[in-house]
């Protein structure tokens, strides 16, 4: 019964997001309390639902390329021939979690102009520290008789990567994406300070307007998303954990 | 067979393998034993180029060993080591299959080579095949390990201290295994151990290897008789050499014609064992009888009292 209760409080979380997303006008009367007389209780300027979704596309978006960037790159610098950029590539990552986003965004929209394009930069290079370091843990700490019996068993170096580097090493990746992704959802909302849509415009709104139901909505979609995207993942690491084997 | 010539290795102009020449007979078990740090894994992995020598060449049936890409030879050349290294994220069956999928054997000949390793290394295959390698003992992983290596069926098997994490009486069972299992397939086995009962259980010849050199190389019990080298005895131990020889002796060779009372012992047992039963039995004489049950003499106290003595 006890183990139930965390699912059932997840299902419980999707359905009243999703309901109120769908129709955030019957949670009117919860939210009317927080605001002057006669200021919106309810985000007036566009639909919730679809700022919620191009929220979540430009996370994914930008937690899609830092994974793919983020795996190769950690990829290359385990393989013998890629050895010397280890340090450069840690370098260049941690300069990327390093750097604010909210400079990144300023340096990149005299580049690329307003809208999703500089938030996505900012994200991609705020996400990429996670999945790297993740990666790099994952490839370089696989069980050595492991991977001499691989060598052993006539594996190329290209074969024992795909069949027996990467598929142990998952869980591991997979908990850099999680981070990564986490990281981003939240940080996405100053996306829109220079006008992508994202949820931070409610969040916007509503600190332009002094109203607090705005600010409350918006930041409770984000960590609504957050909470559930991060069990989510959670849940597909411990899965491929245990397809890896627990040895 | 396998011929090492003059092989080499050096690591920051140390040799680790210093000088190495020996030539292994085909369908024998050849033990290599030394202490840690000997060389004796370095000349193994040699064989299957997992090291490459710094000089000296192998040849495997007269072929160079260098004559085709590292990885394609060491598909042909089975592989064993110490803790198994099965790979976790596959079943049982699909770590057997491992060399003949890289081979690029069809699905069926594969299917039906892993049911013929499973039932040969007593693993149900119907049960044992699907299941992850963490769902099984020490010696089930131990014997897939064996089993995986085996797959492709090569020629020359390798092993790298096998038994090493199994504890004793599983040890032993694996030993007997192993040694049925050459003789089903006549697989040349190239074992290397730090373990000299082990090595006088198995080998057919040892090589003794201190500091990169080979000290000696030879059957079991020449290495008792004329040891090389002071090492050489130090590693067989003086209390032991008497046992060591019975060790490493069939019971067959000392059989007399004769009659002897109670339970009979099999001729392919080893001295050791018929002078353990007498002494334990308080007799002097035991029946012999041959594997197939047919009774071939007696071998008595006095007679392995005399294989057991120092050569004349």
Redesign the interface.
């Known amino acids: 019964m006890r183990a139930w209760l965390p699912t059932i409080l997840r299902g419980l979380l999707l359905l009243v997001l999703i309901a109120f997303l769908v129709t955030p006008g019957s949670f009117e009367p919860l939210l009317r309390p927080l605001v002057q007389p006669n200021a919106p209780a309810i985000y007036n300027q566009g639909s919730l639902l679809a700022l919620t979704l191009l929220h979540l596309r430009t996370v994914f978006i930008a937690t899609l390329v830092a994974t793919v960037i983020a795996v190769l790159l950690a990829i290359l610098v385990t393989r013998s021939f890629g050895a010397e950029f280890l340090q450069l590539s840690r370098s260049l990552v941690n300069i990327g979690q390093t750097f604010p986003p909210v400079a990144v965004l300023a340096l990149a929209v005299p580049a690329v102009g307003f809208g999703e394009k500089p938030t996505l930069i900012a994200l991609f290079l705020y996400g990429l520290l996670p999945i790297f370091e993740n990666t790099l843990t994952g490839l370089t700490n696989l069980p050595r008789s492991v991977m001499e019996a691989a060598r052993g068993a006539g594996m190329t170096d290209f074969q024992r990567l795909l069949q027996i580097e990467l598929p142990l090493s998952l869980p591991v990746i997979v908990a850099g994406i999680r981070l990564s992704m986490v990281i981003s959802l939240s940080t996405a909302t100053i996306g829109s300070t220079v006008a992508a849509k994202t949820l931070g415009e409610v969040i916007i709104a509503g600190l332009q307007s002094n109203n607090l139901a705005f600010i409350l909505q918006g930041g409770l979609i984000v960590g609504a998303l957050a909470v559930l995207i991060y069990d989510g993942l959670s849940a597909a690491e411990a899965m491929l954990t245990r397809r890896a084997g627990s040895t | 067979m396998i011929e090492i010539e003059a092989v080499t290795k050096l690591y920051d102009d140390v040799a680790v393998v210093d000088n190495v020449s020996m030539v292994i007979e085909p369908r024998t078990v050849t033990v290599v034993v030394g202490t840690s740090g000997s060389g004796k894994t370095t000349l193994l992995r040699m064989i299957?180029r997992?090291v490459e020598p710094s000089s000296g060449a192998i040849r495997l049936d007269g072929e160079d060993n260098r004559s085709i890409p590292g990885?394609?030879?060491?598909?042909?050349i089975g592989?064993a080591?110490?803790?198994?290294?099965?790979?976790?994220?596959r079943t049982v069956a699909e770590n057997i299959a491992?060399?003949p999928g890289?081979l690029g054997w069809e699905k069926s000949r594969i299917a039906a080579k892993v049911e013929e390793l499973l039932t040969l290394f007593q693993l149900d295959p119907k049960m044992f095949g699907s299941r992850?390698?963490?769902e099984l003992s020490g010696g089930q992983q131990q014997r897939v390990?064996v089993a995986?290596a085996l797959a492709a069926e090569p020629n020359v098997l390798?092993m790298d201290e096998p038994f090493g994490a199994l504890d004793p009486i599983i040890r032993a069972k694996a030993q007997d295994d192993l040694l049925a299992i050459q003789k089903h397939f006549g697989t040349t086995i190239v074992l290397v151990t730090h373990d000299m009962d082990e090595a006088f259980y198995l080998a057919d010849k040892i090589a003794v290897m201190d500091k990169g050199r080979v000290l000696q190389y030879g059957p079991p019990a020449e290495l008792v008789r004329a040891p090389a080298a002071p090492f050489v005895e130090t590693l067989i131990g003086d209390a032991e050499r008497p046992f060591r020889l019975l060790s490493a002796a069939k019971i067959g060779a000392a059989v007399e014609p004769g009659e002897a009372d109670g339970e009979p012992i099999g001729e392919d047992g080893t001295q050791q064992e018929a002078l353990a039963d007498l002494l334990w039995s308080g007799r002097k004489a035991l029946p012999v009888v041959s594997a197939s049950g047919a009774p071939m003499g007696r071998v008595t106290l006095d007679a392995l009292l005399k294989c057991a003595a120092r050569p004349q």
Request: glycine fraction near 12%; charge should be positive; charged fraction near 20%.
């Open positions: 299957n997992l990885h394609e030879l060491r598909r042909r592989y080591i110490q803790g198994h290294g099965l790979f976790p994220h491992t060399v890289l992850y390698p963490h390990g995986r390798l």
